[in-house]
């Protein structure tokens, strides 16, 4: 970690109330102490080390998230931590999102472009996932390892328009609502992060990362809809 993100980190654990010594920079014991309680203080693991989720609780200010299932991966819990998060409308640019397109690899630097596959490879790389680093939603249809049916937190991508059509919708599967449509987590739903419910008949196929130590659970959780379908995602 570099040493400005250090003091970002020692003046955010202050703002909190936990004492990392002297904001300079240097990740010493002091500073490794006051990460511990303040991990403690949000039920995370007590420990040093800082990954995306401690440093969205703690910088951010996003909230801590706990499991809506016991299968619910590191990936997915780091994705729910940003429902609510809506590109701007204007000239100005959510910096989130334009994190996320530096993270993949592209050259876009605004919230206007279509930005579902931003948010999953952007979240799925800040848990040390290899994305395809592509803004191409379709990209993940041979991404990971393919799935026969729908699994907790895996990826699934959707057809857009028809379904011999390159456009498509790329997001996470989190359950399945009352009337057992898939419930899915993505960006650039209705221009913000959240969980809509969709057709199974616009699955293109649903993939799993490669080298992780989560195994795919198909217990889908029931997750209550409006009974509102989502049928475009522009």
């Known amino acids: 970690m570099s040493k400005k993100k250090v003091k970002q980190l020692q003046r955010s654990l202050i703002g909190h109330g936990f004492n990392p010594g ?13 990460i511990i309680d ?4 949000v039920g995370l693991r007590p420990r040093p080390y800082v990954g995306p989720i401690t440093w ?32 701007y409308k204007g000239s100005s640019h959510n910096k989130k999102i334009l994190a996320w397109w530096k993270l993949i690899k592209t050259s876009f630097e605004d919230d206007e472009t279509p930005w579902c596959a931003g948010f999953v490879g952007g979240t799925l790389e800040e848990v040390g996932i290899r994305s395809t ?20 937190g895996c ?4 057809w857009r328009g028809s379904k011999s059509s390159w456009k498509g919708h790329v997001a996470y599967v989190v359950g399945k609502d009352q009337n057992g449509r898939l419930m899915c987590l993505g ?8 969980i809509k419910a969709f057709s199974s008949g616009r699955v293109v196929g649903y993939r799993w990362p490669v080298n992780v130590k989560e195994r795919p659970s198909y217990n889908l959780p029931l997750v209550n809809s409006d009974g509102t379908v989502s049928r475009t995602e522009a």
């Open 22 to 34: 002297s904001v300079d920079g240097i990740w010493g014991p002091i500073t490794e102490a006051a």
């Open 38 to 41: 303040f991990k403690r203080s």
């Open 56 to 87: 969205g609780a703690l910088v951010e200010g996003r909230p801590r998230m706990r499991k809506v299932s016991a299968y619910e991966s590191t990936w997915l819990l780091n994705a729910r931590s940003y429902i609510g998060l809506r590109e």
């Open 133 to 152: 680093r592509s803004a191409m939603a379709r990209s993940y249809d041979k991404w990971g390892s393919e799935l026969s049916k729908p699994a907790v």
């Open 155 to 158: 990826v699934v991508t959707f």
């Open 187 to 194: 960006g650039n739903q209705g221009d913000e992060v959240n």
